[in-house]
C-alpha cells in the first residue's frame, strides 16, 4: 500500500517533495509520484510540511499535527547567542517542586528533538523521591571509591611488566583528586553526584538503533534549554553514567526496560543564585578542508 497521496487538482509539480524525499518520491515524465511504504518511510513528515499547496496526504501520519508555521517564533541571532551564553550548570537549588504541567511542557518539547532513523525512542526516567535518589548517590559514590584502588593496582602491576598504561587508566588516574574529594564529600553527608536537585532525568534508549548516544543527549539539551525559558537550570551528570555503565549495582538499582542503556543525565530545578557574567571558552579545533 501506498502511504501517500498527492491530490492532483492542488499538486503544481514544484519538486518541493523530490528534493526533500528521494526515497519516496520521484518525477516520472513530468508528474511527481508517490511510493512511501514501510521500507523507504520513517515518518519524517518532510513531504507534508515542505508542500507549498497542501497537495500531499499521509496515511499514516496525524495530518491534523501539520500546522502552518509563521514567522513570529523566529528568534534574532544576537538573542539566541544571549540565551547560549546563559546556559551554565547549576550545581545549587532551591528545595522547591517542580510543578507536573512545567514536567509535562519540558517532556512536550522534548519530543521535538530529532532522531537517527527518526526512532523517536528515547525515554526518561524521572526521579524525584528523594530515598531513591539517596541511594543511587550511595552506590555511584562506592563505585568511585573502589575504581581508584583498582585503576592503581593495575598500572602499578603494568608498570612493573614494563606494559604501557592504557589511555582509559591514565585518565582515571588524572581525575583521581576529584574523585576522593567526591567520596569525602559523601562521607560529609553531602550530595556530590546529584547536588541536591529535586529530579533527577535519566535519558535511556535501547543500544540497538543507529545513534542511541546522539538522540539522547540531544532530546537532554533540548530539554535543558527549555527549562532555562521556565526559570529552571540544570546540569549534565556524567558521573552517573559512568557509575552505570561499569558497577552493576547502579544498573540494577535503576531498573531500566531489558537492554535499555542510561545515555544522559541531568539534573532539574530552581537555581539558588545566577550567573551574571559570561565566560571565555576555548576556540573550537576547525580545519577548514580546500
Ligand atoms: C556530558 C557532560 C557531563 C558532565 N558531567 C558532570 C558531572 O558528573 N557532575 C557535574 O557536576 N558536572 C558535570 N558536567 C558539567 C561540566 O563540568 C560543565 O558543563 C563545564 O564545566 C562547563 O561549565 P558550564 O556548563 O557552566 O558552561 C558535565 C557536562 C557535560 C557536558
Redo the contacts with the bound molecule.
Keep these: 500500500m501506498n502511504w501517500v497521496s498527492i491530490e492532483r487538482d492542488r499538486c503544481k509539480e514544484c519538486g518541493f517533495c523530490v528534493s526533500v524525499c528521494l526515497r519516496c518520491f520521484a518525477k516520472k515524465n513530468g508528474r511527481i509520484e508517490a511510493f512511501a511504504n514501510k521500507d523507504n518511510c520513517n515518518l519524517c513528515g518532510h513531504c507534508v510540511s515542505v508542500c507549498p499547496t497542501n497537495a500531499v496526504i499521509h496515511h499514516k501520519m496525524n495530518m491534523e499535527a501539520f500546522i502552518d508555521l509563521n514567522d513570529q517564533g523566529r528568534i534574532a541571532q544576537r538573542d539566541f547567542i544571549n540565551f547560549l551564553q546563559r546556559?551554565?550548570?547549576?550545581?545549587d537549588f532551591m528545595e522547591k517542586e517542580i510543578p507536573l504541567e512545567i514536567m509535562e511542557a519540558l517532556f512536550n518539547a522534548c519530543r521535538l528533538a530529532p532522531t537517527g532513523s527518526n526512532v523517536q525512542n528515547v525515554g526518561i526516567l524521572v526521579l524525584q523521591d528523594r530515598k531513591k535518589i539517596e541511594k543511587l548517590i550511595d552506590l555511584t559514590v562506592d563505585y568511585y571509591r573502589k575504581l581508584i584502588p583498582q585503576v592503581e593496582k593495575r598500572v602499578e602491576k603494568l608498570k612493573m611488566e614494563g606494559k604501557p598504561i592504557p589511555l582509559d587508566l591514565k585518565w582515571t588516574l588524572k581525575r583521581k583528586g576529584g574523585l576522593k574529594l567526591l567520596v569525602e564529600k559523601r562521607t560529609a553527608g553531602g550530595d556530590?553526584?546529584f547536588?541536591r536537585a529535586p529530579a533527577i532525568l535519566i535519558f535511556h534508549s535501547t543500544p540497538y538503533t543507529s545513534v542511541p548516544k546522539d538522540n539522547c543527549?540531544i532530546a537532554a539539551h533540548t530539554l535543558a534549554l527549555t527549562a532555562m525559558t521556565m526559570g529552571l537550570e540544570t546540569?549534565?551528570?556524567?558521573?552517573?553514567?559512568?557509575a552505570f555503565r561499569n558497577y552493576r549495582p547502579v544498573a540494577k538499582a535503576l531498573n531500566l526496560p531489558a537492554d535499555h542503556e542510561v545515555f544522559?543525565?541531568l539534573v532539574l530545578g530552581y537555581p539558588k543564585f545566577k550567573?551574571l557574567r559570561t565566560?571565555e571558552r576555548k576556540p573550537l579545533k576547525v580545519k577548514w578542508v580546500h
Design positions: 546556559r551554565r550548570s547549576h550545581r556530590p553526584i547536588h543527549v546540569c549534565y551528570i556524567g558521573l552517573f553514567e559512568g544522559s543525565v550567573f565566560v
